[in-house]
């Protein structure tokens, strides 16, 4: 057990140094005149990128810890589809004057709450009624996507063109435009979800040999996995209010921090798909606005290769 | 008997879709020839060509959908589903950046040789898996169509092509004038073509050593499916934009009717499929009046219901 524990440890140390780089670097690159304005300008994007990074890569593992597999993510299960219908049905049913009269913060928060009994209740439905088959699963879910997504369309047809036109921005990742005026409340719904993971997570691994074994080794199992698939669907709703849909970004760090670390322990794992988030956040992020001057583009990037992981691993797993 | 039945009610269909619309047009005035210059205008210039665009393309597409289903001998693949239309996507940027002057008929036959690669390319990945499992083909052809969508999107953002790209991933009738679809009677020239090689088709279906102990030629008829099924993408691509799903349920549903005889079911699902996408245009023409909801947006909320029903319908267990 100490050669991967070593191994592991020398990993997180590197990637750690490298997130705290991307991160100096995004801050200091190219700074001309006021450093003070600067510096808090960029920071709130920076603490945007890592939330949004953190809450992605916890999320996706914790997912794949209560299905007991590395392929299945929460977006590719429809979760971020789901957050956008139900943004898109509260406006619809309660149109934009009454969200006009709710602060931001607490429209936010009624749409997390919705979107959590929602996905506890779809997934408890999907997870713990009958065996499937792994395959039928992640065809549900791209299929669910695709629902959601257009229904969430059909509503937004539905209402003013005006009103069509400000929902519309929701279908399209962006990392660039994070509103600032959600970051409090969503660090406060983070750091209150990533407290409950950390009360819960010495039971990860013993999750992880799945079902009967967990049970049979003491773990509360209908309990504990209505929390963790609760806590998902908080932190995949917090990723998609301030950034939008991102199908694979999950995968892809998770399924690196695999390799890397060569052990399957949440305590390694986890760490290192947060710090792989924040080194592709906020490292891709800086080199696509200094270097290359792009906008939008880091998303299609991260779309693209992750798409390129995700056939990998099918086939790997046909063929094994 | 049955089938004489489906007609009735497709064309039944049909004559609503003529008189629906902001222009108020009746039956009995055009009976008794009480219409003036300007109605007669609509009709012949937006009512007609739009219900005989809505017939072809519905045809075609679930024809398309039904072909594709017979050669690689999945019940859950269509073009859709195969990377076939992403790929005729990229076709037509392709040809808007290199040649933006070209005549449509031009745009379209690349567009299909781009389809008829995404389609080959599809075709070899499942020949180097081993499929194990059903559901494993229309997983791969999804991603695969996300990859090549991603890298799409990404030069698309580059070149300032999202607009257009847009457009054509969202399939709508409301633009088609005359003068704007008649590239359509292709596809309706390839499912009558369809029709004529239903029995090969099947035959190739069922391998190659059997097709060839019958003296049959494997390759040539697979190539004629492969061609049916990108070109008829390509023109309803170029026509209309995206229609989502309906190659998949269309034929699903036929077969459920009348049983897995091709010739049998070829008439069906084109009949089907056309009916289909009539009632799908017109209650997406009036339940918003004088709006309209794209048919894409209809059909992706339909569709993905029924996609859904018949995956959780077919009990199939599988290892995970």
């Known amino acids: ?320 | 008997m049955r089938l004489v039945l489906a007609i009735a009610v497709t064309a039944l269909l049909a004559v609503i879709s003529l008189f629906v619309g902001v222009t108020e047009i009746t039956p009995a005035d055009l009976l008794a020839g009480r219409i003036d210059d300007r109605q007669w205008q609509v009709l012949m210039a937006a009512r007609v060509p739009r219900t005989l665009a809505l017939i072809l393309a519905g045809c075609a597409t679930a024809v398309a959908g039904l072909v594709m289903q017979i050669i690689v001998r999945n019940r859950f693949v269509e073009p859709s589903t195969a990377g076939t239309v992403e790929a005729a996507g990229l076709g037509l940027l392709v040809v808007t950046l290199f040649a933006p002057g070209m005549p449509l008929m031009g745009k379209m036959l690349v567009a299909a040789a781009f389809a008829l690669a995404g389609t080959a390319l599809f075709l070899r990945i499942l020949r180097m898996v081993p499929l194990r499992d059903v559901l494993m083909v229309p997983l791969i052809g999804i991603m695969l169509g996300g990859v090549i969508g991603a890298g799409t999107t990404f030069f698309a953002y580059r070149f300032d092509l999202l607009p257009s790209l847009g457009a054509w991933s969202m399939g709508d009738f409301s633009g088609i004038l005359r003068g704007r679809y008649e590239l359509l009677w292709i596809g309706g020239a390839l499912t009558l073509a369809a029709y004529a090689a239903a029995d090969r088709l099947t035959v190739a279906g069922m391998g190659k050593d059997f097709t060839t102990n019958l003296g049959l030629g494997y390759r040539p008829t697979m190539a004629l499916a492969l061609v049916i099924v990108a070109l008829v993408s390509a023109v309803v691509l170029v026509s209309v934009g995206m229609i989502p799903f309906l190659g998949l349920i269309v034929p699903n549903i036929v077969s459920l009717i009348v049983g897995d005889n091709m010739r049998r079911a070829v008439p069906w699902v084109a009949v089907s499929g056309a009916g289909f996408v009539l009632a799908c245009d017109i209650v997406g023409r009036t339940i918003r009046a004088p709006y309209e909801i794209p048919i894409s947006t209809t059909l992706g909320v339909v569709g993905s219901v029924i996609f859904l029903f018949l995956l959780l319908r077919t009990r199939h267990h599988a290892p995970a």
Not at chain 1, 1 to 6: E, F, G, K, L, V
Not at chain 1, 30 to 59: C, D, E, P
Request: aromatic share 10%.
């Open chain 1, 1 to 320: 057990m100490h050669r991967p524990d070593a191994r592991a440890r020398i990993v997180l140390a590197v990637l750690a140094v490298l997130a705290a780089a991307a991160i100096v670097a995004f801050m200091t690159l190219g700074v001309r005149g006021n450093w003070g304005f600067v510096l808090g300008f960029r920071g709130t994007k920076v603490l945007g990128l890592i939330l949004v990074a953190w809450s992605i890569a916890l999320s996706t593992v914790l997912f794949q810890t209560v299905t007991g597999n590395r392929i299945l993510t929460p977006s590719i299960m429809g979760f971020d589809a789901l957050f956008i219908l139900i943004r898109t049905g509260v406006t619809f049913f309660f149109g934009f004057g009454a969200l006009a009269l709710m602060s931001p913060k607490v429209q936010f928060g009624a749409e997390v709450l919705v979107m959590t009994g929602f996905a506890v209740f779809l997934f408890q439905w999907l997870f713990l009624r009958a065996q499937r088959s792994l395959h039928l699963m992640v065809l549900v879910g791209i299929v669910f996507g695709v629902l959601f997504r257009n229904l969430a369309g059909f509503m937004q047809r539905l209402m003013d063109p005006v009103q069509f036109q400000t929902l519309q921005d929701m279908f399209f990742a962006s990392f660039s435009r994070i509103d600032p005026t959600l970051l409090g409340v969503s660090t406060v719904i983070v750091g209150a979800a990533s407290l409950v993971t950390w009360r819960i997570a010495h039971s990860f691994d013993v999750l992880m040999l799945g079902r009967e074994q967990a049970i049979s080794l003491g773990v509360p199992y209908r309990r504990r996995v209505a929390t963790i698939l609760a806590i998902v669907a908080v932190l995949v709703s917090v990723a998609t209010a301030l950034v939008g849909p991102v199908t694979f970004f999950g995968l892809l760090v998770v399924s690196l921090a695999h390799v890397l670390c060569g052990s399957g322990r949440h305590r390694h794992v986890l760490p290192a798909a947060v710090l792989l988030g924040i080194i592709c956040l906020v490292g891709g992020q800086t080199l696509l606005e200094r270097v290359f001057a792009f906008d939008t583009a880091l998303s299609i990037i991260i779309e693209f290769l992750g798409g390129l992981v995700f056939i990998l691993l099918l086939v790997r797993g046909a063929a094994r």
